[in-house]
């Protein structure tokens, strides 16, 4: 069966492998787990809940309406990045058979209230549909975010994608030198100049207004573990929270586990997006396989 429904879990097997599954939780529509010929991609903490009482630490958590603590109006008393990764979304059933697709929905019917009430007024009308395609080679995440308010509102979206890789130390980022660079951790703004982005400590950055002509790669000893392709999200986030940080998060488990992941985030979260009644919004994540080839012999 390529989708089969287990408990609050989704399971979308390819038509062609059974190794090839990805799995995603009702509770934020979190894929917890993405396997090509049986080989996981993602990095999930062993800590991870699945309970409702937090969002899942790791996979592919969804960030709406905020990305990290914002001051601005109507999102001041907003949690870090909001409730998308907080509610429990609609299954709304298999719309292709080849390459199998699911979709999720969540709207006020379904949100967690407790977190939407506090977006502007706790009023705002919206509807968000979460389309995951499985292929062979590669993972489609998409979203289409509608306003169906008689009012305009704001927001950010991000695909909080945890990879999984062998070793931290030897994992680079490339296609990055020359962006403009938010460091979260130095609290400055500048200009890339390293040519590729390695990690020896704790990384938080955003870098914005990213053509999503450039491909992104997850370098690992010199061969592609990892290629993202965005469409329509021009900022991408790049953290690895280093050994310090992860002692503070109690979900994150192994400690050590900061080792064996890094997490690449496209999004839209340099600025808000208006979205005005009526209208919609699309954008996705598109995840292919590293290609195993050393990079010198491209
Ligand atoms: O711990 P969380 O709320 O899931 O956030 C995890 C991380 O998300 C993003 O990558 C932010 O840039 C980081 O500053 C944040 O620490």
Known sequence: MPIEIKGNDVVITSSSTTQTQVRINLFGATVYSWTIAG??????????LFDGSKPIRGGIPLVFPVFGKSSAPGFEKLPQH??????????????HANPPT???GLSPDNVNRKVYNNWDNGDNEFSVIYTIAL????LVTSVEIQNTDQKEWKFNWLFHTYFLVDDIEDTLINNLPGEKCNDRVVHEIYTEKHPIISFDQEVDRVYSDVST???????????????IKRVNLPDVVVWNPWSEIVKEVADFEPKEGYRRMVCV?????????????????????ILHKGDDINLQAI
Not at 82 to 92: D, H, I, K, P, V
Request: proline share 3%; aromatic share 10%; no cysteine.
């Open 135 to 138: 292929e062979d080679e590669q």
């Open 39 to 48: 080989k996981e991609q993602l990095w999930t903490s062993d800590a991870a």
């Open 82 to 95: 909001g409730f998308a990764r907080n509610s429990t979304w609609e299954f709304l059933g298999q719309t």
């Open 102 to 104: 699911v979709q999720f």
């Open 265 to 285: 985030e496209p999004g839209y979260v340099e600025q808000l997006k208006i979205l005005k009644p009526g209208q919609s919004w699309t954008a996705s994540q």
């Open 213 to 227: 002509d450039k491909l992104l790669q997850i370098i690992e000893l010199g061969k592609v573990k990892h290629n």
